[in-house]
């Protein structure tokens, strides 16, 4: 499958562990925020989405945290599984921007 | 319900040529977006089609042009194609292309130029 980035910042976990993926966004107007995991040769896939009004949010087995002090978001993902091994991306919005910015990415790599 | 689709997923041409890559949405959805996505700058912004007009545009040169069809189909085209336009270019769809709503993305079109 694709490369999708040769040189991205690799988070290792052993299988059955908790991960946690970091991102930091850049524009404090933000108020939308997604994570995407994108597996070798797939497109990007929506995983979970926060509104700057809430903190926290919960999905099956992922939560998103978000801390508009210091612009920082993560993702994470209870007892990892092998099909976890991806790419993760965050994505930032702002309500006056036309557009999603996305940020480079984190290789999430699991360990038997 | 079927995924978005693209076609043809790999594709190699040389400096000078030009390609028409092809993104079919989901089925109902009137927005599709296209995105460069390389290991250096991640994914970009290419420009976003809505009912058969281009809504937003990103900051790429005039060589990257798309349109969108009737039936919501898209094409992008990249003329006179550089080495650095050797990328993975994405489609994403949504109903309403409202940038907070879910985009469903594709596998994308791997090029290669030589």
């Known amino acids: 499958g694709e490369s999708v980035g040769l040189h991205l910042p690799t988070l290792s976990v052993q299988e059955g562990d908790n991960s946690i993926i970091n991102c930091a966004y850049s524009?404090?107007?933000?108020?939308?925020f997604i994570w995407y995991k994108q597996e070798s040769g797939k497109g990007p896939q929506f995983i979970i989405d926060?509104?700057?009004?809430?903190d926290k949010r919960q999905g099956q087995r992922v939560t998103v945290l978000l801390n508009k002090t210091v612009k920082h978001l993560s993702l994470q993902i209870a007892a990892t599984q092998p099909g976890d091994s991806a790419v993760y991306f965050c994505?930032?919005?702002?309500?006056?921007?036309?557009?999603?910015?996305f940020g480079k990415g984190t290789r999430l790599h699991i360990l038997p | 319900k079927a995924g978005v689709t693209q076609t043809p997923r790999y594709l190699i041409k040389t400096r000078g040529q030009q390609v028409t890559l092809s993104c079919s949405p989901i089925?109902?959805?009137?927005?599709v977006s296209w995105y460069q996505q390389t290991p250096g700058q991640g994914l970009q912004f290419l420009f976003e089609?809505?009912?058969?007009?281009?809504?937003n545009k990103g900051n790429f040169p005039g060589r990257f042009s798309g349109r969108q069809f009737s039936n919501s189909r898209s094409e992008m085209n990249v003329s006179t194609l550089e080495l650095g336009d050797s990328a993975l270019y994405l489609c994403?769809?949504?109903?309403?292309?409202?940038?907070?709503?879910?985009?469903?993305f594709g596998p994308g079109t791997r090029l290669l130029v030589l």
């Open positions: 926060i509104r700057s009004n809430m």
């Open positions: 089925s109902g959805h009137r927005s």
């Open positions: 994403a769809s949504s109903l309403a292309g409202y940038t907070q709503e879910t985009q469903y």
């Open positions: 994505a930032e919005n702002s309500n006056r921007d036309d557009k999603i910015i």
């Open positions: 089609y809505f009912s058969e007009t281009q809504r």
């Open positions: 524009n404090s107007a933000s108020d939308y």
